[in-house]
T-cell receptor, first 114, second 111 residues
Framework: DVKVTQSSRYLVKRTGEKVFLECVQD?????MFWYRQDPGLGLRLIYF???????EKGDIPEGYSVSREKKERFSLILESASTNQTSMYLC?????????????FGPGTRLLVL | DAKTTQPPSMDCAEGRAANLPCNHS???????VYWYRQIHSQGPQYIIH???NNETNEMASLIITEDRKSSTLILPHATLRDTAVYYC????????????FGSGTRLSIRP
């Protein structure tokens, strides 16, 4: 079974704080993704990574950065949290290479920025 | 990725089979049909995917019409824990790209 875990289920931060969200997968997947999900806006891709130290911007990268120092771990960083970053953050991973690209999601982190 | 159309909501009695339809009339030959579900306040859960043959796993069965323009996800014995929003998407098998969920079908299981 694929297991994608996220460091926190719920997080409350203040405006201006630096926020780290961590995601770990245990299936040796090459690709990892960070999305945010908001009511009425669906799932939006923030960043993804197809290899260690590699990253690609998604649709809404502004205000976020990522880090992938190890294959199993993909971190999302909010450099200076703002209230409009209050959201549900979802991490996903997929096998990569030329094989199938089913994405498996973590449980999500619900972030509230005050 | 091809567009999909799903009914906004459905309900089903506990213990009965839940049949969730999806239309994807513009699907391309290399696109697969994927199903995910999302239980309230949790991350999306992968259920099943298929190309043209019917597929079955421990969670569900996927029936794809011969012309591939529609499909049905079947939960054979629905339980209260199957209450969720179910998303049907079509995408290329090897595409390491973002997933786009439509509005999905909100399935309610009644006791």
């Amino acid at each position: 079974d694929v297991k994608v875990t996220q460091s926190s289920r719920y997080l409350v931060k203040r405006t201006g704080e630096k926020v780290f969200l961590e995601c770990v997968q245990d299936m040796d997947h090459e690709n990892m993704f960070w999305y945010r999900q908001d009511p009425g806006l669906g799932l939006r891709l923030i960043y993804f990574s197809y290899d260690v130290k590699m990253k690609e911007k998604g649709d809404i990268p502004e205000g976020y950065s990522v880090s992938r120092e190890k294959k199993e771990r993909f971190s999302l960083i909010l450099e200076s949290a703002s209230t409009n970053q209050t959201s549900m953050y979802l991490c996903a991973s997929s096998l990569g290479g030329t094989s199938q690209e089913t994405q498996y999601f973590g449980p999500g982190t619900r972030l509230l920025v005050l | 990725d091809a567009k999909t159309t799903q009914p906004p909501s459905m309900d089903c009695a506990e213990g009965r089979a839940a049949n969730l339809p999806c239309n994807h009339s513009t699907i391309s030959g290399n696109e697969y049909v994927y199903w995910y579900r999302q239980i309230h306040s949790q991350g999306p859960q992968y259920i099943i995917h298929g190309l043209k043959n019917n597929e079955t796993n421990e969670m569900a069965s996927l029936i794809i019409t011969e012309d591939r323009k529609s499909s049905t996800l079947i939960l054979p014995h629905a339980t209260l824990r199957d209450t969720a929003v179910y998303y049907c998407i079509v995408r290329v098998y090897s595409s390491a790209s973002k997933i786009i969920f439509g509005s999905g079908t909100r399935l309610s299981i009644r006791p």
